[in-house]
């Protein structure tokens, strides 16, 4: 079967980037879609050197452009957002913007171009504060903790309506918190980047005991190439994540042993970092594990393979300061 043609939103960015690299080796043509607001131009150094890779430049507030850069693709790879949760509240438009009437005028621009399959990244965060844990796909839902989840449970919302009412098929991806390599933002980035400046001392927001799950961008990325050949319903929602969880300060230790620091930790208090911060997020994954998937990295190794990351690719801590 011929390889599809991918149309990838956020592809210069952490996952987006990675996910091009892998679909330009397994055969496929690739369209990466982007806007640099946070994406590097470095993460697709190889990608613009593959002969059936294109970059177009442009955002997706702008249907037309979107439209246009989208034709003649046959998947389509939403992976564009607005992902910094913890300053939700300061700029509450952004999540609007960025998540849910992105995917809006992508769904649009599939539509207008006859484009019918879209994988979506999603989050575990819309399951806010679960009742259930392990949390699964058909948990109920509570109260919105996040405008982060809820502009990406409002996006799923859209894809499902626009799956039904136009014959399209989407595979829903609700993600826990990646690492590896071209990570940008996050725990590990923020405590490395401490630690760096003052190896003496390290701020944590919260009091270390939040339990989060993690998943390498690797194993994030196996996992929807196998889903999305797999699904057959026209809406698929699938949770990707490990098989366990650990404490911020779980994390604090592995990366401080590998940097060879035992810094004075001060804790800011309360049992989460910020507004909207869940303190225990931990994913039921079986029916992504039905499909064969399994991840190859545990959640310690995926926080070392990060820090060695960001040590062998300083130039991305002075890029996040800009």
């Not at 991840?295 to 002075?318: F, G, Q």
């Amino acid at each position: 079967m011929r390889p599809a043609k991918c149309f990838v939103t956020g592809a210069a960015g952490f996952i987006g980037s990675n996910l091009v690299d892998r679909l330009l080796a397994l055969g496929h043509p690739v369209v990466g879609f982007d806007n640099f607001s946070t994406g590097q131009e470095q993460f697709l150094e190889s990608a613009r050197r593959h002969p059936a890779f294109q970059l177009v430049r442009g955002d997706l507030l702008q249907l037309d452009d979107t439209a246009r850069a989208m034709r003649d693709c046959e998947l389509v790879y939403h992976l564009a957002a607005n992902a910094d949760v913890r300053f939700g509240t300061e700029h509450p438009r952004r999540d609007l913007e960025q998540n849910t009437i992105a995917t809006w005028n992508v769904l649009e621009a599939m539509r207008l171009g006859g484009i019918r399959r879209i994988a979506f990244s999603s989050t575990g965060s819309v399951y806010g504060e679960a009742p259930v844990i392990p949390t699964p796909e058909d948990c109920p839902f509570p109260v919105q903790t996040s405008l982060y989840g809820a502009s990406k449970l409002a996006a799923e919302g859209l894809i499902a309506a626009y799956c039904e009412g136009f014959g399209m098929q989407g595979a829903i991806f609700r993600f826990v918190s990646i690492l590896g390599e071209r990570y940008s933002h996050g725990h590990v980035f923020d405590f490395y980047q401490q630690l760096l400046d003052h190896p003496d001392y390290l701020r944590v927001l919260g009091d270390g005991h939040p339990r989060k799950s993690y998943l390498h961008v690797q194993d994030c990325v196996d996992a929807m190439l196998r889903a999305i050949e797999a699904v057959e319903k026209p809406v698929t929602i699938l949770n990707l994540g490990t098989d366990g969880y650990c404490e911020v300060n779980d994390s604090i230790g592995w990366i401080c042993s590998h940097l060879g620091v035992r810094p004075r930790i001060e804790y800011t208090g309360g049992d989460r970092g910020w507004v909207g911060d869940n303190p225990f997020i931990f994913l039921n994954c079986s029916r992504m594990r039905a499909l064969g998937w399994a991840p190859r990295y545990s959640i310690r190794e995926s926080v070392v393979k990060t820090v060695e990351y960001l040590a062998d690719h300083r130039w991305l801590l002075a890029s996040r300061n800009v």
